[in-house]
């Protein structure tokens, strides 16, 4: 099996903005190895996002091709790809989205309850490892914001994904729960052998991954 579980070539994406064009990414190439955990880092409007999306099945290139695990996310059938990511990818975004009558414990089962899992033990399992073991039956509302970044984390990680998207996961939060925000899914990455690819514009949180990957007017410069 190839150590390189997700790989971009020559992705490209632009959008129309009036009458200009866009160049979001401009043929784009990454290998990102199982396990590894990687940052990308820029500018607002530079496009890691869009990078991240699409290396994540979310949204389509022009051109190009993203390979999770050597298939062509893009030539998969929609229900195939939907259920690819949820049964092996996890995602973590800015804002928490989770359901507000759910409990935190409710909230991290509905991935396995969508995939037709039974998995409370290891939801519980999972809140009690991000330090929320005794807020399980809480609202969203009864949590701060940086309990309910730990519960979206234990949600995305409730179907034991291969690799773990996040999308600016500090971004709403105070530098303190930010950095320990970080370090949880570090630490979680690590010890269940998850890949991590972490969008951020902080330069120091991004110098923790394995490796850090600058993009600059949808070109990767590092």
């Known amino acids: 099996m190839s150590d390189v579980q997700l790989e971009a070539k020559k992705l490209r994406r632009s959008f129309q903005m009036g009458k200009e064009r866009i160049e979001v990414l401009r043929d784009i190439d990454l290998q990102i190895s199982r396990g590894e955990a990687i940052f990308i880092r820029g500018a607002s409007g530079a496009g890691k996002t869009t990078l991240l999306y699409t290396l994540a099945g979310l949204e389509r290139p022009e051109a190009g091709q993203a390979l999770f695990e050597g298939s062509s996310l893009y030539e998969m059938s929609s229900n ?3 259920k690819l990511r949820n049964a092996r990818m996890g995602f973590v975004f800015q804002s928490y989205f989770l359901l507000p009558e759910l409990t935190a414990l409710e ?5 396995a309850l969508i995939a037709g899992k039974k998995t409370q033990e290891r939801a519980e399992r999972l809140l009690e490892q991000v330090g929320l073991a ?10 701060s914001g940086g309990e309910q970044q730990r519960v979206a984390i ?16 500090t971004g709403n939060l105070d530098s303190r729960t930010g950095e320990s925000i970080i370090e949880l899914l570090l630490g979680l990455g690590r010890r269940e052998g998850h890949t991590l690819v972490v969008v951020t514009h902080d330069a120091i949180l991004a110098q ?6 600058q993009i600059e007017d949808g070109m990767i410069l590092r």
Not at 107 to 111: A, F, I, K, M, S
Not at 154 to 169: H, K, S, T, Y
Not at 208 to 213: A, I, M, T
């Open 80 to 82: 195939r790809l939907a």
């Open 134 to 143: 005794r807020r399980e039956n809480h609202l969203p509302s009864e949590l």
């Open 107 to 111: 909230n991290t089962l509905l991935p």
């Open 154 to 169: 234990a949600r995305a990680l409730i179907n034991n994904p291969g690799i773990l998207f996040a999308d600016e996961p």
């Open 208 to 213: 923790r991954g394995d490796r850090e990957v």
